[in-house]
């Protein structure tokens, strides 16, 4: 409960920061920076995409599936991979090690005990894969590399965000993380819709944009 209510906290904190950027992005494209090598002389960063478009769909829980060890047993996850900007859902759900390298984060809901009674507890989680990426909030969609890989390194969220806060209003409002992977690529994760999952249950599939930078050559 603690750690729920430090991950609440800190994301409050965020929505109330005065806006530091202004401006939008350009839609998807790729882009470079001001100096005109594509680089960001600050970083070493090149931006590759930005604002791309995605959807991390909650996933269906099947009547039979249920937690052990970590493992959604007979259930599915929504895999997430911030290398290609890519989300898969919809995939049995496995150990972390056996998702890596190509999966960042998952979305797993699963049963928390096995049975057929109707009233067994859910339980979700959006977790970090990659045992040395780092994750912090932002207030902007708009933030610049430096911004962002600062955000990245504070580390102000945990390797795993619970149900309680993926269905709580801090999630629904306007918010984002940038996450540094173990690659050194940068990624500014932003959160532009909430709606119901089809999954049932009150869980939520989110909507966001991704812009990503990695090491200019």
């Known amino acids: ?5 430090a991950v609440v906290v800190v994301v409050a904190a965020v929505l109330v920061v005065p806006p530091l950027l202004d401006g939008d992005g350009d839609g998807g494209k790729d882009s470079g920076s001001a100096d005109g090598s594509g680089t960001d002389p600050t970083t070493g960063l090149r931006q590759i995409r930005s604002k791309v478009p995605m959807v991390i769909e ?3 829980i099947p009547a039979a599936s249920f937690l052990e060890d970590d493992v959604c047993k007979g259930g599915f996850a929504t ?3 911030l290398e290609k900007l890519s989300v898969t859902p919809g995939r049995p759900d496995a150990r972390d090690r ?3 390298p190509a999966t ?3 979305y797993v809901v699963c049963h928390t005990d096995s049975g ?3 009233d067994r507890s859910i339980t979700a989680e959006l977790r970090f894969l990659d045992p040395q990426a780092v994750a912090g909030l932002v207030s902007r969609p708009d933030a610049t590399a430096a911004e962002c890989r600062v955000a990245a390194r504070t580390a102000a969220l945990p390797s795993s965000v ?3 806060v993926l269905n709580s209003s801090v999630a629904a409002g306007k918010v984002g993380f940038c ?3 173990a690659r050194q690529t940068l990624v500014l994760v932003w959160l532009t819709g909430v709606r119901d999952a089809e999954a049932g249950h009150g869980l939520r599939t989110f909507t966001i944009d991704a812009s990503q930078w990695k090491p200019g050559s």
């Open 1 to 5: 409960m603690a750690a729920v209510a």
């Open 58 to 60: 909650a996933p269906t």
């Open 79 to 81: 895999l997430i991979d």
């Open 98 to 100: 056996e998702l890596l």
């Open 104 to 106: 960042t984060l998952k």
């Open 116 to 118: 057929t009674h109707a």
């Open 162 to 164: 619970p149900l309680t």
């Open 179 to 181: 996450v540094e992977t």
